[in-house]
C-alpha cells in the first residue's frame, strides 16, 4: 500500500513513511491509495475476537509493511488492561432499542484520542526502525483539549521521540489542562498559546512548511512529525472501533449481519467522523454519517450548503474539544469525493487560506448529501440532553457525548429514520465536571479537581482512577506563548 498527498498525487510514500512523516511537505493530508475492501466473512471472523486482534485484522489491510505479529503486539500494548479499565476498550452500551453509545473513554487519559495515541508510538517506533532513521522525531501537536494529553501520554519517555504540545489557554476544561500541564516524561514540553485552537494548529502546520525551521532541526539531529489527525497513524486506529462497534451490535442481537447502521459523532476538526466514513467505504453496513457541531457549526452549514466558510464568531462552548473553525480532516474526504483530485483539492486549500471560505463541485455536494446529516446544537440543548440522559436511562454523558444524543434525535425527526443508531461518546463525564453537574441540576463546589468527588457522591459514577490521581500532581509547566512565535519555541524547546 503506498500513500500520496492530498494536494500532489506524484509524492509515493510506504506506510511507514507516511507514519514517520506525518504531514506531507506540501501541505497536504498523506492518504491511502486505495481503500480496501471488507465483507461478510471478514466481518465474521472478527466477531470472537479480542479488541488487539481486530485492530490488528483491520489495520494489517492498510499497513503493508508492517508484520501481523507487529501489529497484534502493538494492539495488545494499547488497549490491554494496564491502559483500558474496560477489557473490551470500546464498549457498546445499550441506551435504549434501537440506540446504543459508543464508549471510547476508557483509556488511560478518558478521551478517545487514546483509541488512536496509545498505538501511534508503537507505528513510529517500528516506522524509524524499518526506515532506517537515525533522527529523533520531534512529535508537534496543537490540541482542543483531549489529543494533548493523550499525546504525550503515549510518547512520555518513547525513545528516540519528544513532543511539544500547544492548547489555547483558557480553551480547555480544567481537568484538560490539569491533565496536560502535570504530564510526567523527560521528553515532554506543553505551552499554552495566546489564541483558539485554529491559532494552535495554524502554528503546527505553519512550523510543518517552514523549510529553515526543517533545515535547522535537521542540522540539531530531529525531524517534525505529527500526533494530530492530519498523521494517518492517528486515523486508522480511528476506523477500527467502527468495525469493531459494528461485530459487538452483531454478537449481541442488535444486528443481524449485513444490516446497516448509522453513526453520530461529535467532531470539529472531522477527525473522527472521516475514520467512520473510511469504515463505510471499506464496506462496513453504514447508512447515514451523522456530523454533530455545537455553536461552532461551521461543519452543518458546510454539509447543508456545500459552502465551508471560516469567517464567523468563535464561541467558547461547554464542548470545548469542538471549539474548531477549520476542520483539517475535511481535506481528506474532499479528496475522495472528488475522485482524488489533487488539483482541485489545491483550489479548496488555497481559497480558505486566502479567503477563509470556498464552495465544492455540484458533484461532491451530491456525494456529500448522499454520505453525511449534519446538525448542531447550543450550550441550553447540550445541558438539557446531559439532565435527559441521566433522568431517563441513568447514564452520565459528557457534554460533546450530549451534542451528538441530541444531534441524533433532530435527524430522526427531520427524516424519520429510525435505522438503528450509535451515538459516539468521546470522553467520560469527569473530564467536564462544572458542566455536567450543572446539567444535572447541582451547584459546582468550586471549579477544579474537587469537583470529581462531587460528581461522583452526586452520581456514584466510578471516576477514572488517572483522573483521581491528579490531585496529588504539582504543576511541571507553566508557560504561554503568542501564536506568531511557535517556531521559536519549538527551536528552544529543541536545543
Known amino acids: 500500500m503506498k500513500y500520496y498527498s492530498t494536494r500532489d498525487k506524484n509524492v509515493s510514500l510506504s506506510a511507514a513513511e507516511a507514519v514517520k512523516m506525518g504531514l506531507s511537505r506540501d501541505g497536504g493530508l498523506l492518504t491511502p491509495t486505495r481503500i480496501p475492501q471488507i465483507d461478510r466473512a471478514f466481518l465474521e471472523r472478527l466477531i470472537p475476537m479480542e479488541y488487539a486482534q481486530r485492530a490488528a485484522k483491520v489495520m494489517a489491510l492498510y499497513l503493508t509493511d508492517y508484520s501481523d505479529e507487529e501489529l497484534l503486539t502493538f494492539g495488545r500494548n494499547a488497549y490491554g488492561p494496564a491502559q483500558f479499565d474496560d477489557p473490551i476498550a470500546a464498549p457498546v452500551r445499550k441506551v435504549e432499542n434501537g440506540l446504543y453509545c459508543l464508549e471510547l473513554w476508557h483509556g488511560p487519559t478518558s478521551a478517545f484520542k487514546d483509541m488512536a495515541l496509545q498505538m501511534l508510538p508503537q507505528l513510529l517506533s517500528a516506522a524509524l526502525r524499518k526506515t532506517g532513521e537515525k533522527r529523533t522525531a520531534c512529535i508537534l501537536a496543537a490540541t482542543s483539549g483531549d489529543t494533548g494529553k493523550a499525546a504525550m501520554a503515549g510518547f512520555a519517555d518513547v525513545p528516540q521521540t519528544c513532543i511539544q504540545v500547544y492548547y489555547p489557554k483558557d480553551g480547555v476544561s480544567p481537568v484538560q489542562e490539569r491533565q496536560m500541564v502535570t504530564q510526567e516524561g523527560e521528553n515532554v514540553d506543553v505551552r499554552a498559546v495566546i489564541g483558539n485552537f485554529d491559532d494552535a494548529q495554524a502554528g503546527v502546520k505553519r512550523i510543518f512548511s517552514d523549510e529553515a525551521v526543517r533545515a535547522e532541526l535537521d542540522k540539531r539531529g530531529y525531524f517534525l512529525s505529527s500526533a494530530n489527525s492530519i498523521n494517518w497513524g492517528r486515523i486508522l486506529p480511528q476506523v477500527v472501533y467502527y468495525i469493531s462497534a459494528y461485530c459487538d451490535l452483531v454478537r449481541d442481537g442488535a444486528l443481524t449481519m449485513g444490516d446497516k447502521v448509522n453513526f453520530c459523532v461529535p467532531t470539529g476538526n472531522f477527525g473522527d ?223
Open 273 to 495: 467522523i472521516l475514520a467512520a466514513y473510511y469504515a463505510k467505504r471499506m464496506g462496513l453496513p453504514v447508512n447515514r454519517l451523522i456530523c454533530a457541531s455545537n455553536s461552532n457549526n461551521v461543519l452543518t452549514d458546510f454539509l447543508r450548503t456545500g459552502i465551508y466558510d471560516r469567517n464567523r464568531p468563535f464561541h467558547t462552548t461547554i464542548s470545548p474539544s469542538m471549539d474548531i473553525l477549520i476542520s483539517s480532516n475535511l481535506e481528506r474526504l474532499l479528496f475522495d469525493l472528488s475522485g482524488e483530485n489533487d488539483a482541485e483539492i489545491r483550489i479548496y486549500m488555497d481559497a480558505l487560506g486566502s479567503a477563509g471560505r470556498y464552495q465544492v463541485s455540484d458533484n461532491i455536494k451530491a456525494k456529500l448529501d448522499d454520505a453525511f446529516w449534519g446538525g448542531c446544537c447550543s450550550e441550553e440543548g447540550t445541558e438539557e440532553t446531559i439532565r435527559r440522559y441521566w433522568q431517563d436511562h441513568n447514564y452520565l454523558i459528557d457534554p460533546h457525548t450530549a451534542v451528538a444524543a441530541e444531534v441524533l434525535a433532530q435527524y430522526r425527526v427531520a427524516s424519520g429514520d429510525e435505522t438503528p443508531a450509535v451515538v459516539v461518546s468521546t470522553a467520560s463525564p469527569y473530564k467536564f465536571c462544572g458542566s455536567v453537574l450543572t446539567a444535572i441540576g447541582e451547584t459546582p463546589c468550586g471549579d477544579g479537581l474537587e469537583l470529581l468527588d462531587q460528581l461522583h457522591a452526586v452520581s456514584g459514577v466510578p471516576v477514572p482512577c488517572r483522573l483521581a490521581e491528579l490531585k496529588g500532581k504539582s504543576r511541571r509547566f507553566d508557560k504561554t506563548v503568542e501564536k506568531q512565535a511557535m517556531e521559536q519555541a519549538v527551536l528552544d524547546f529543541l536545543k
